[in-house]
């Protein structure tokens, strides 16, 4: 029952963000009391935290799939960009703006798995690519990839791209190929 409430909750939140949302709704969604779903949940804000949980465990088996399965690192991070970019889209920017509004603890958590999977992963994608001779040589892999880091950290944060006006596929996609044509050889 505890992975239905994540997952309807899950739909719920990217449609209507994590401030509208309400525990009735959840529960009608489900076909269940309130009391039922305050046995698994202490509240909304526990169901958000794993709703992000979930999705980080999302992103962490993707990671270690397109590391198993794709041999070339630029493919590698082409699809690792790609995949990231439709679960972000998935979730959406209205749900992202409230955690960061409404539950800055929770965002802080987020930020931070940016950070870690984004520095580990990326830097290992371009000493990869470095050693088979696809990312120029005279790259700093660590300076690269804080310079990924960075992009999207500024630029995929929800105020920006409400203010700006461009999808997040778009601006994944304007990351991803900024980066990619200033690094391959």
């Known amino acids: 029952m505890r992975d239905k409430i994540i997952k309807s909750a899950e739909k719920r939140f990217s449609k209507d963000g994590y401030r509208r949302v309400t525990m009735d709704e959840i529960a009608s969604d489900l076909g269940i009391s309130k009391k039922t779903l305050y046995k698994y949940f202490d509240g909304k804000e526990s169901i958000a935290i794993a709703v992000i949980a979930k999705i980080h465990l999302h992103i962490v088996s993707f990671l270690e799939e397109f590391n198993r399965d794709i041999p070339d690192p630029l493919e590698r991070f082409e699809q ?22 409404d539950l800055p603890a929770l965002w802080q958590e987020v930020e931070r798995f940016r950070e870690k999977k984004i520095l580990h992963h990326i830097g ?20 690269a990839s804080l310079v990924y880091l960075g992009a999207i950290k500024t630029v995929m944060q929800p105020d920006t791209i409400k203010k700006v006006g461009f999808s997040i596929d778009d601006a994944f996609e304007n990351i991803r190929a900024i980066f990619l044509k ?4």
């Open 80 to 101: 690792v960009t790609l995949a990231a970019s439709r679960k972000m889209s998935e979730i959406g920017n209205l749900f992202l703006d409230d955690i960061k509004r």
């Open 124 to 143: 290992g994608i371009l000493e990869e690519g470095k050693r088979l001779g696809k990312v120029r040589a005279d790259i700093d892999t660590g300076i």
């Open 182 to 185: 200033g690094v391959m050889t």
